[in-house]
């Protein structure tokens, strides 16, 4: 096996990219009943607001990066959301928090 295809391999092999395959079944659900009243991106939803749109940006994180640094996680998923918003012509506006957690206990 060449350096290359042991990059490749690790690569595919890592918890952030095996961890996003999760997202493949959410897309499947949503996909074939959208009716397109409000836009799925790559990185936001557009969601029809008078004659313009709201976009709405969520961030997904790795369990343990969240446990290690909290503080920084948060910090890091404002700054992603701002990111992708300004990249789609936006102007961030407000702030969600989203907590998803596998049960209460651990919420």
Do not use: Q
């Not at 409000?38 to 976009?55: E, K, S, T, V």
């Not at 969520?58 to 948060?74: C, D, T, Y």
């Amino acid at each position: 096996m060449s350096a290359l295809d042991a990059i490749a391999n690790r690569a595919r092999e890592a918890s952030g990219i095996v961890g996003k395959t999760d997202i493949a079944a959410v897309m499947d659900t949503l996909l074939p009943s959208h009716d397109g009243t409000i836009r799925i991106g790559d990185d936001c939803a557009a969601i029809p607001d008078g004659d313009g749109w709201l976009l709405f940006a969520i961030e997904g994180f790795v369990n343990s990066f969240v446990k290690r640094m909290p503080w920084f996680a948060g910090y890091c998923g404002l700054l992603v959301n701002i990111s992708d918003i300004a990249a789609m012509g936006g102007r961030p506006t407000a702030v969600v928090d989203a907590l998803w957690s596998r049960d209460n206990e651990h919420a």
